[in-house]
């Protein structure tokens, strides 16, 4: 068997008194979706910064695709970020941008330029791609951000939030998008708020609250823990599993007399 994707071992990040993320021990399996939720604040972001080497754990530890994230170098290459707000440059227009980060990639020019070119039709953008991203809207951006995180065909993407800022229509594409590339078999760990495209999606579902995970597993499992049982949507189901984490969380009230 194929070893695990993503492995965290009591991943935990601390920002001083805050600890932003406690204790995750998880695994992803090579091929699948996994859908990262939690309410803001809950340490989605954090969780995925450490993954991609971008900040330390302060305890813990974690591989991704076979690699430990202490070693930057061997991680890289491997995997794709789609971050909350993507790395692009104003004054390049978008094919422009593309083509350099294929060039930071290694990528054969011919090899990528078919792929960026691909990309952009996908995703409604060539009669943009000679626009200066400057000038783009917010959904524009978004989209040169998601191809640019998986133009190499990482092992291993994570995409935050990335239907953020994206009509229906190109929603509609980035979903299709994702799933294709799970087909074939690329690993997304893939966090956002529209629970319907994790419950679309996601092989696996994982909720943090205040940086632990408070609930795991598939949609449909993941549904039944919520009181409205069988005819449960995901929604019920994160707001069940966040808010009996706040009612445990409240100091018990003494009534004043
Ligand atoms: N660089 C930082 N310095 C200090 N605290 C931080 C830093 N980054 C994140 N935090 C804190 O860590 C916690 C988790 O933040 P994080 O951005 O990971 O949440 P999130 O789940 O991505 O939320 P959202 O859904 O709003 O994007 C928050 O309390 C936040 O204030
Ligand atoms: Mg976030």
């Given at each position: 068997?194929?070893?695990p994707?993503?492995e965290?071992?009591?991943?935990?990040k601390?920002?001083?008194?805050?600890t932003?993320?406690?204790?995750?021990?998880?695994?992803?399996?090579?091929?699948?979706?996994?859908g990262?939720?939690?309410?803001n604040?809950?340490?989605k972001?954090?969780?995925?910064?450490?993954?991609?080497?971008?900040?330390?754990?302060?305890?813990g530890a974690?591989?991704?695709a076979?690699?430990?994230?202490?070693?930057?170098?061997?991680?890289?290459?491997h995997i794709?970020?789609l971050?909350?707000d993507p790395?692009?440059?104003d004054e390049?227009?978008?094919?422009?941008?593309?083509?350099y980060v294929a060039?930071?990639?290694d990528l054969?020019?011919?090899?990528?330029d078919?792929?960026?070119?691909?990309?952009?039709?996908r995703?409604d953008?060539?009669?943009?791609?000679?626009?200066?991203?400057?000038?783009?809207?917010?959904?524009?951006?978004?989209?040169?951000?998601?191809?640019?995180?998986?133009?190499?065909?990482p092992?291993?993407?994570?995409?935050?939030?990335p239907?953020?800022?994206?009509?229906p229509?190109a929603?509609?594409t980035?979903?299709?998008?994702?799933?294709e590339?799970?087909?074939q078999?690329?690993?997304?760990?893939l966090?956002?708020h529209?629970?319907?495209?994790?419950?679309?999606?996601?092989d696996?579902?994982?909720?943090?609250?205040?940086?632990?995970?408070?609930?795991?597993?598939?949609?449909?499992?993941?549904k039944?823990r919520?009181?409205?049982?069988?005819?449960?949507?995901?929604?019920?189901?994160?707001?069940?599993v966040?808010?009996?984490?706040?009612?445990?969380?409240?100091?018990?009230?003494?009534p004043?007399t």
């Open positions: 068997m194929a070893p994707a993503i965290m071992e009591a991943l935990t601390r920002y001083g008194e805050t932003a993320v406690s204790n995750l021990t998880t695994t992803v399996p090579e091929g699948s979706v996994y990262f939720l939690g309410p604040g809950a340490g972001t954090t969780t995925m910064r450490m993954l991609t080497t971008l900040t330390r754990p302060t305890s974690a591989r991704v076979g690699r430990s994230i202490q070693n930057r170098e061997s991680v890289t290459p794709g970020y971050p909350e790395p692009i440059y390049l227009t978008g094919r422009e941008q593309l083509r060039g930071l990639r054969p020019a011919e090899e990528s078919e792929r960026i070119e691909a990309m952009l039709d995703f953008l060539l009669a943009d791609a000679n626009k200066r991203i400057g000038d783009y809207s917010k959904g524009m951006r978004q989209k040169v951000g998601v191809i640019q995180a998986v133009l190499h065909r092992a291993v993407a994570f995409l935050d939030e239907t953020s800022g994206l009509d229509r929603a509609r980035m979903r299709d998008t994702i799933a590339l799970a087909d078999d690329m690993t997304i760990f966090s956002t529209i629970l319907p495209v994790v419950d679309e999606l996601a696996r579902i994982g909720v943090l609250h205040d940086g632990e995970l408070v609930a795991e597993g598939d949609p449909e499992t993941l039944s919520a009181e409205a049982g069988e005819h449960a949507s995901l929604e019920d189901a994160f707001l069940a966040t808010q009996e984490r706040e009612e445990d969380a409240e100091p018990t009230v003494q004043s």
